[in-house]
């Protein structure tokens, strides 16, 4: 291989290594997000033998749990296990956006490697630090459309019956994480129907008998994805919990949210602030196909593809009116290759057949957006490394850690304990018996949660506190979340009865940054 063949795969090794490194501090963080300290009890009880939504419940599909038990069993019981696997899946999204953006752009590689490095920084946006299910998703979605515009006989637009059954099977496990992203699987669905159909404009094929066909095939991928999940639980006896959880507590939940358009529109111009280089490629692309007399017939159609992906893909974020940013991590692949697609085709225009202009033209469009990015976690990531190693520093450590040590070293293991409204992930670290399923706990500190889970939240309060759990931990203000005022009141009647304030300790909150006061109350001993 020569060294200009070379290149190519050298600057994709880069990117690869840079998703390592702008992450290596999040190796030391015991949490980045809530979700992840859910599925990550979830993983580790099932992993223990307890079905989920057993011992620790959740109104989501079971996948998130399913992958964070895969990688706790390959890299052991601990929080990095997660963190690995955040690593794995946004380098494989990586490769994928790399090998895609080649075959939509058919100009070599560039497209590829422009979209696949894009991608490594703007995953840093938007809560992607934690290990959040739309970074699990994006390799599996994107994979399905590689298999669709990599098929046999692409001109003829068929594609054998294995073929579309396995996309179909990859969307049935995306769908596991998340039954919303049924938006994004139609996206695939759009993209063989569209070519299907332009099949038939040209005369060949059989397009309606091929297009029928091909639907099958998909459906039936997350239909025996589906039933296999629901025969598993119920070969043990769990499928009404399930069932409950899927689709009951699941479908009530998705309904719970209504739409608020001052909150759409100041949320999608955070967005466009905060990631201005993909937006902007997303609002020149139509003027790029409109001027641009030499884009190719392989280029319109991948951006027709890229523009079926996004559009289904903002369905799918807007849906249920919630909003939460890691939601906007999705968009990331459709636009990180429209990104790349345009910036090839603007570089081909200004610099045709000069391989070290296009270089420079490449850097100085992209360079300026992203080196802003990277620079904070590059250099923060090098000092910690280096105070580590050359200076003999120990790894950092933080506030649930620092929480989860404490009760460790006054409590016994055999004791619960009970987190009220601070970081669920301390259950984790202490490793004490759970004294709900209800253990995210915006379960009991927001009373929707009491029609989506359908049980009744003081209740399930004494039942906790009936198990005489040694520590209950809160914050001091209590968490702006916990708006509950029922649970409140009556968790105030049995701290003042049986607890003592034994600690408060000073930190710093994982999520926001800000200052925060944990207090720890401590069971009183004749009670």
């Keep these: ?29 015991s949490t980045v997000y809530p979700d992840e300290s859910l599925f990550l009890l979830m993983g ?24 964070f038990a895969a990688a706790q069993w390959a890299f052991g019981q601990s929080v990095l296990a997660i963190r690995l696997l ?56 994107t994979l399905c459309l590689y298999l669709w515009v990599t098929r046999p006989g692409n001109d003829a637009g068929r594609a054998g019956w294995g073929r579309l059954l396995v996309i179909g099977l990859l969307m049935g496990v995306g769908l596991q994480l998340k039954y919303l992203y049924f938006w994004d699987c139609l996206a695939v669905v759009a993209i063989v129907t569209w070519d299907l159909l332009r099949v038939r404009r040209s005369g060949a094929g059989r397009p309606l008998v091929d297009l029928l066909r091909a639907y099958c095939w998909l459906a039936l991928g997350p239909l025996l994805v589906v039933g296999l999940v629901a025969l598993y639980f119920g070969l043990h006896g769990q499928f009404q919990a399930f069932f409950q959880a899927n689709f009951v507590s699941g479908a009530t939940y998705a309904g719970s949210h209504a739409w608020e358009t001052g909150s759409l529109l100041r949320v999608a111009i955070g967005q466009i602030r905060n990631n201005l280089l993909l937006w902007l490629g997303l609002g020149l692309a139509p003027l790029y ?14 951006l027709i593809y890229l523009g079926l992906w996004l559009v289904f893909a903002l369905v799918d974020v807007f849906f249920t009116g919630n909003l939460f940013r890691h ?24 610099a045709p057949g000069a391989a070290v202009r296009q270089g420079l033209l490449v850097t100085l469009v992209l360079l300026p957006p992203l080196f802003s990015l990277v620079y904070s976690p590059l250099v923060g990531n090098a000092s910690l490394v280096y105070r580590h190693f050359v200076g003999r520093q120990p790894w950092p450590s933080d506030t649930p850690t620092a929480v989860a040590a404490y009760i460790r070293e006054h409590g016994s293991p055999d004791q619960p304990i009970f987190i009220m409204d601070y970081e669920p992930i301390v259950y984790y670290l202490v ?3 759970l004294p709900t399923r209800y253990v995210f706990t915006p379960h009991l500190m927001d009373a929707v949660y009491r029609e989506i889970g359908r049980f009744d939240q003081v209740a399930e309060l004494d039942a906790i506190m009936a198990q005489k759990p040694v520590y209950v931990v809160r914050l001091l203000p209590r968490n702006p979340g916990f708006t509950n005022e029922p649970v409140a009141a009556r968790l105030d009647v049995h701290l003042s009865r049986d607890y003592n304030l034994e600690r408060t300790i000073a930190g710093v909150s994982t999520t926001s940054g800000q200052p925060v006061s944990v207090v720890l109350y401590r069971r009183l001993r004749d009670h």
């Excluded at 223990?48 to 011992?55: E, F, K």
């Design 327 to 350: 939601y906007f991590l999705q968009l990331l692949p459709p636009l990180c290759l429209i990104t790349g697609l345009l910036v090839v085709g603007l570089v081909r225009a200004g």
């Design 86 to 141: 955040t690593v794995i899946v946004v380098a494989a999204e990586c490769l994928l956006l790399f090998r895609l953006g080649e075959k939509l752009s058919g100009r070599g590689k560039l497209a590829g490697l422009i979209a696949a490095g894009v991608y490594a920084v703007y995953s840093l946006n938007n809560e992607g630090l934690a290990a959040n299910r739309e970074l699990i998703f994006a390799p599996l979605i």
């Design 1 to 29: 291989m020569g060294v200009r063949k070379a290149l190519p795969w050298l600057a994709l090794a880069a990117i690869l290594l840079g998703v390592f490194a702008l992450r290596i501090r999040t190796f030391f963080m």
């Design 431 to 433: 490793d004490a018996p």
């Design 289 to 302: 196909l409109a001027f641009d007399r030499g884009v190719s017939e392989r280029e319109r159609r991948s």
């Design 44 to 67: 580790r009880e099932w992993l223990r033998g307890a079905l989920p939504y057993t011992t620790v419940w959740d109104h989501h599909p079971v996948g998130g749990a399913a992958f």
